[in-house]
Protein backbone atom coordinates (compact mmCIF):
# COMPACT_ATOMS: atom_id res chain seq x y z
CA UNK A 1 0.00 0.00 0.00
CA UNK A 2 1.14 3.31 -0.91
CA UNK A 3 1.73 6.10 1.75
CA UNK A 4 2.31 9.53 1.74
CA UNK A 5 6.28 8.42 3.27
CA UNK A 6 6.62 6.85 -0.04
CA UNK A 7 7.30 10.34 -1.97
CA UNK A 8 9.56 13.00 -2.73
CA UNK A 9 9.07 16.79 -3.14
CA UNK A 10 11.76 20.14 -3.24
CA UNK A 11 11.86 22.78 -0.51
CA UNK A 12 11.04 25.85 -1.60
CA UNK A 13 14.73 26.48 -2.10
CA UNK A 14 15.08 23.70 -4.18
CA UNK A 15 16.66 20.43 -1.87
CA UNK A 16 15.36 17.46 -2.08
CA UNK A 17 13.13 16.09 0.57
CA UNK A 18 12.43 13.12 1.06
CA UNK A 19 8.69 12.66 2.98
CA UNK A 20 10.03 9.69 4.84
CA UNK A 21 11.25 12.22 7.14
CA UNK A 22 7.86 13.05 8.47
CA UNK A 23 7.13 9.00 9.48
CA UNK A 24 5.44 9.03 12.52
CA UNK A 25 3.76 12.62 12.45
CA UNK A 26 0.34 13.93 11.48
CA UNK A 27 1.22 15.73 8.28
CA UNK A 28 -1.65 18.92 7.21
CA UNK A 29 -0.90 19.45 3.73
CA UNK A 30 -2.39 22.04 1.43
CA UNK A 31 -2.13 23.64 -1.98
CA UNK A 32 -1.76 27.24 -1.41
CA UNK A 33 -1.41 30.79 -3.27
CA UNK A 34 -0.63 34.18 -2.48
CA UNK A 35 -3.00 35.82 -3.92
CA UNK A 36 -6.15 34.60 -3.24
CA UNK A 37 -8.68 35.02 -1.23
CA UNK A 38 -8.39 32.21 0.94
CA UNK A 39 -4.62 33.42 1.57
CA UNK A 40 -5.40 35.12 4.82
CA UNK A 41 -5.57 30.94 5.61
CA UNK A 42 -1.60 30.84 6.47
CA UNK A 43 -1.97 33.05 9.68
CA UNK A 44 -4.05 30.07 10.63
CA UNK A 45 -1.78 27.40 9.39
CA UNK A 46 0.89 29.04 11.42
CA UNK A 47 -1.28 28.73 14.19
CA UNK A 48 -2.27 25.20 13.79
CA UNK A 49 1.26 24.73 13.28
CA UNK A 50 2.56 26.46 16.50
CA UNK A 51 0.08 24.85 18.69
CA UNK A 52 1.02 20.86 17.49
CA UNK A 53 4.38 21.00 16.15
CA UNK A 54 5.75 20.25 19.42
CA UNK A 55 3.30 17.25 19.58
CA UNK A 56 3.79 15.78 16.67
CA UNK A 57 2.38 17.78 13.69
CA UNK A 58 3.64 19.03 10.57
CA UNK A 59 2.12 21.53 8.16
CA UNK A 60 3.78 21.16 4.43
CA UNK A 61 2.73 24.04 1.70
CA UNK A 62 2.63 23.51 -1.24
CA UNK A 63 2.42 26.60 -3.79
CA UNK A 64 0.42 26.37 -7.11
CA UNK A 65 -0.17 28.74 -9.93
CA UNK A 66 -3.11 26.49 -12.04
CA UNK A 67 -6.25 28.24 -10.10
CA UNK A 68 -6.60 31.48 -11.21
CA UNK A 69 -2.34 32.39 -11.80
CA UNK A 70 -2.47 33.36 -8.28
CA UNK A 71 0.69 32.24 -7.44
CA UNK A 72 3.20 33.69 -10.01
CA UNK A 73 5.87 34.52 -7.86
CA UNK A 74 9.32 32.72 -7.43
CA UNK A 75 10.39 30.64 -4.57
CA UNK A 76 12.09 33.53 -3.17
CA UNK A 77 8.72 36.08 -3.65
CA UNK A 78 7.15 33.16 -2.24
CA UNK A 79 8.97 32.62 1.03
CA UNK A 80 9.42 36.12 1.74
CA UNK A 81 5.47 37.37 1.53
CA UNK A 82 4.57 33.95 3.82
CA UNK A 83 7.28 35.44 6.36
CA UNK A 84 6.57 38.89 5.70
CA UNK A 85 2.69 38.54 5.85
CA UNK A 86 1.93 36.08 7.79
CA UNK A 87 5.08 34.62 9.92
CA UNK A 88 5.02 31.25 8.49
CA UNK A 89 7.44 28.92 9.58
CA UNK A 90 6.20 25.41 8.33
CA UNK A 91 8.06 23.56 5.83
CA UNK A 92 7.33 24.96 2.38
CA UNK A 93 7.54 23.38 -1.11
CA UNK A 94 8.40 24.55 -4.98
CA UNK A 95 5.58 25.45 -7.15
CA UNK A 96 4.25 22.32 -8.12
CA UNK A 97 0.99 21.79 -10.03
CA UNK A 98 -2.12 19.88 -8.22
CA UNK A 99 -3.47 19.20 -11.26
CA UNK A 100 -3.53 17.45 -14.60
CA UNK A 101 -0.97 15.25 -16.40
CA UNK A 102 2.08 17.42 -14.78
CA UNK A 103 0.41 16.94 -11.05
CA UNK A 104 2.94 15.77 -8.62
CA UNK A 105 2.87 12.27 -7.74
CA UNK A 106 2.01 13.22 -4.27
CA UNK A 107 -1.07 14.72 -5.34
CA UNK A 108 -2.14 12.12 -7.88
CA UNK A 109 -2.12 10.50 -4.55
CA UNK A 110 -4.09 12.45 -1.66
CA UNK A 111 -6.46 12.76 -4.46
CA UNK A 112 -6.88 9.70 -5.35
CA UNK A 113 -6.78 8.45 -1.48
CA UNK A 114 -9.22 11.18 -0.43
CA UNK A 115 -11.70 11.71 -3.49
CA UNK A 116 -13.62 15.17 -3.13
CA UNK A 117 -17.36 15.95 -3.70
CA UNK A 118 -18.87 13.22 -5.62
CA UNK A 119 -15.76 11.33 -5.80
CA UNK A 120 -13.91 14.15 -7.82
CA UNK A 121 -10.45 13.54 -7.65
CA UNK A 122 -10.00 17.29 -9.42
CA UNK A 123 -8.27 19.82 -6.59
CA UNK A 124 -10.72 22.59 -6.83
CA UNK A 125 -9.06 25.70 -5.85
CA UNK A 126 -6.20 27.12 -3.23
CA UNK A 127 -6.06 25.59 0.13
CA UNK A 128 -7.15 22.57 -0.12
CA UNK A 129 -6.15 20.38 2.71
CA UNK A 130 -5.33 16.66 3.40
CA UNK A 131 -4.92 14.98 6.78
CA UNK A 132 -2.63 12.56 6.99
CA UNK A 133 -2.25 9.78 9.82
CA UNK A 134 0.68 8.80 11.57
CA UNK A 135 1.49 5.91 9.41
CA UNK A 136 0.96 8.25 6.30
CA UNK A 137 -2.00 7.08 5.18
CA UNK A 138 -4.55 10.08 4.39
CA UNK A 139 -7.08 10.37 6.35
CA UNK A 140 -9.32 12.92 5.49
CA UNK A 141 -9.46 16.00 2.55
CA UNK A 142 -11.02 19.40 3.26
CA UNK A 143 -12.85 22.13 1.47
CA UNK A 144 -10.90 25.44 0.80
CA UNK A 145 -13.55 27.42 2.62
CA UNK A 146 -12.96 24.90 6.04
CA UNK A 147 -10.55 27.33 7.82
CA UNK A 148 -7.65 25.65 9.64
CA UNK A 149 -8.77 25.63 13.31
CA UNK A 150 -11.50 23.83 12.42
CA UNK A 151 -9.07 20.47 11.99
CA UNK A 152 -8.00 20.67 15.21
CA UNK A 153 -10.39 18.17 16.38
CA UNK A 154 -9.42 15.92 14.03
CA UNK A 155 -5.62 16.61 14.38
CA UNK A 156 -6.17 15.99 18.14
CA UNK A 157 -7.81 12.77 17.29
CA UNK A 158 -5.33 11.36 15.07
CA UNK A 159 -2.30 12.28 17.48
CA UNK A 160 -4.00 9.87 20.30
CA UNK A 161 -4.29 7.77 18.05
Known amino acids: MTSVYDFK???LDGKPVDLKQYRGKVLLIVNTASNCGFTPQYKGLEE???QFKDKGVEVLGFPCNQFGAQEPGTAD???AFCERNYGVTFPLFEKIDVNG???HP???HLKSAAPGLLGSEMIKWNFTKFLVKKDGTVYKRYAPQTAPKELMRDIEKLLAE
Open 9 to 11: ARS
Open 101 to 103: DDA
Open 106 to 108: LYK
Open 48 to 50: VYQ
Open 77 to 79: EIG
